[in-house]
């Protein structure tokens, strides 16, 4: 599989959005479990989305109702739109895969280098 590689990240105001992307080439859908992570200075990494291997998706409680995880496949990318963001979504966000099966998941071993969000109040 060639590298994950995320884009779309910056600097917004509270209330603001964000569309986060991911080039995935290689980690086919049914195959592969996708998911957004992020990590906060001093704090450690959290899940924000993941996507199983049969297309179910979960939600960071933190996130649920503000951010929709989605892939499309013909372009082997997958997106984190995020909206109504807060200061405390502020920190680096990565992309990882991991094997699955339906919606089962091995641990993520392969992630992205990660995209700088900062939120304002």
Known sequence: QAPLVES???SVQAGGSLRLSCAASGYSAGVYCMGWFRQAPGMEREEV???RADGTTKYADSVKG???FSRDNAKDTLYLQMNSLK???T???FCAAARGWTAL???YNSW???TQVTVSS
């Open 66 to 68: 503000r951010f929709t």
């Open 87 to 89: 200061p405390e979504d």
């Open 105 to 107: 998941c091995s641990p």
């Open 49 to 51: 989305a993941t996507m």
């Open 8 to 10: 779309g990240g910056g």
């Open 112 to 114: 992205g280098q990660g």
């Open 91 to 93: 920190a680096i966000y």
